[in-house]
């Protein structure tokens, strides 16, 4: 099936520090979604990019999908210590199940 | 309810037995998928209901996984012979409309089931 590469897998980074994640494909998708994960809790949208090039944000967090439609990246500024978690970027082709791959997760550690 | 409620949270069962897991979508919504999450893993995709439409299967990793959803609405995911290698957290998701180009196409997350096998 289709694979994404998230990258980092993890991080390791003090509080107030800017975070940048990516995801990278080797196949075009229509849409890229960027999903956080608690503990113990089901994936939450954070952002959704249905356009190559649009950048969007969402308060701290802003991300791009990107012009070759093969990669997404996810930005976080100034880093709480509610921001950590797991993020997973999604790409979709089309409708239905069979067009929406996940990557394995971005597992975001916030030292004191 | 508000959002997608599954149960139960937490099943431990011993090896060769049989399991159900029940996810119940947000009330109008035609898609629900779901996902495994192994430790450390991303989300591996099992199945797929949109509608009345034949469901997607693609994704069972074998003929021991089953699904089923009744009216549109609650789905059963059913797991027999459990095997060690089948512990993770089962996650159901629903989506307004087929995952696509649009905002109805997001996909809302439950808290998942965590299941054991011993």
């Known amino acids: 099936g289709q694979q994404l590469n998230q990258s980092p897998q993890s991080m390791f980074i003090q509080e107030g520090e800017d975070v940048s994640m990516n995801c990278t494909s080797s196949?075009?998708?229509?849409?890229w979604l960027w999903y956080k994960q608690d503990p113990g809790e089901g994936p939450v949208l954070l952002i959704a990019l249905y356009k190559a090039g649009e950048l969007t944000s969402n308060g701290r967090l802003t991300a791009q999908f990107g012009i070759t439609r093969k990669d997404s990246f996810l930005n976080i500024s100034a880093s709480i210590p509610s921001d950590v978690g797991i993020y997973f970027c999604a790409g979709q082709r089309g409708g239905g199940a069979d067009g929406l791959t996940f990557g394995k997760g971005t597992h975001l550690i916030i030292q004191p | 309810g508000a959002g997608v409620s599954q149960s139960p949270s937490n099943k431990v069962t011993e090896k060769g037995k049989d399991v159900e897991l029940r996810c119940d979508p947000i009330s109008g919504h035609t898609a629900l998928y779901w996902y495994r999450q192994s430790l450390g893993q991303g989300l591996e995709f099992l199945i797929y209901?949109?509608?009345?439409?034949?469901?997607?299967k693609s994704g069972l990793p074998s003929d021991r996984f089953s699904a089923e959803r009744t009216g549109g609405s609650v789905s059963t995911l059913t797991i027999q012979r459990t095997q060690q290698e089948d512990s993770a957290v089962y996650l159901c998701?629903?989506?307004?409309?087929?995952?696509?180009?649009?905002?109805?196409?997001?996909?809302?997350f439950g808290e998942g089931s965590r299941l054991t096998v011993l």
């Open positions: 998701a629903s989506s307004l409309a087929p995952a696509g180009r649009s905002a109805q196409g997001e996909l809302f």
């Open positions: 196949s075009i998708f229509n849409t």
């Open positions: 209901f949109q509608g009345n439409s034949a469901p997607d």
